[in-house]
């Protein structure tokens, strides 16, 4: 059985245990999720979600709370990390932002807030990298990507990428939470060849 730990110090938390589940249950796999809220949970996870919020509170609370350093020694260690929203934020080297703290694991910058205002919400079908039909992604006030350092563009909208990978982790403006569609999913955690640690060949072994 995987362990998967979704990073719960604010935000859609409920919503990625339940979506690891499902893609997790449609590949045939077995996965135990964690809601991690303090420090000493992060070592035991095999794959981990940061998801979509609010960038400035889940910054001062996983830093806080002792939680960032293990996000990054999981990552180091070439686990998966699948960033949403607030979480590709928080995930950047660059949020142009002071009270968020960036985790420099996504070598992007990123602009908050940036699809405007009033168009806050909106579903657009996101043709992404190494996926044959496009995916229905749903933005809410969601983040743009400025620059692009040493990280691949898997999906741009409005010529702005809004979905990368670098390294092990892909971090996404949009929320595959929020869809039943579980391909983004695959691509972070269940065929993600980028991690050292692929997820779907060690779960036999457990
Ligand atoms: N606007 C939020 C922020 O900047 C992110 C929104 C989201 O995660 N849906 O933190």
Do not use: M
């Amino acid at each position: 059985t995987l362990t998967a730990g979704v990073v719960a110090v604010q935000g859609d938390v409920a919503e990625h245990a339940a979506a690891i589940e499902r893609a997790a249950r449609e590949r045939g796999l077995a996965v135990d999720v964690l809601e991690i809220r303090e420090s000493g949970l992060v070592p035991d996870c095999d794959l981990l979600a940061l998801p979509g919020g609010e960038s400035t509170t889940i910054s001062r609370l996983i830093h806080g709370e002792g939680i960032a350093p293990e996000i990054r020694t999981h990552v180091e260690a070439g686990k998966p990390l699948l960033a949403t929203c607030a979480g590709l934020i928080v995930a950047s080297s660059d949020a142009d932002d002071d009270r968020v703290d960036e985790l420099g694991l996504v070598d992007v910058s990123v602009e908050r807030n940036a699809f405007g205002r009033q168009r806050d919400s909106f579903e657009a079908p996101l043709v992404i990298e190494g996926l044959e039909e496009p995916y229905p992604a749903v933005f809410i006030r969601a983040p743009a990507i400025d620059e692009v350092g040493d990280a691949e563009v898997l999906a741009t909208w409005e010529d702005r990428p809004v979905a990368v990978r670098d390294g092990p982790v892909v971090a996404t403006a949009f929320h595959p939470e929020l869809t039943a569609d579980s391909r983004i999913h695959g691509v972070a955690f269940f065929e993600n060849e980028a991690a050292s640690v692929p997820v779907s060949r060690t779960a036999g072994d457990r």
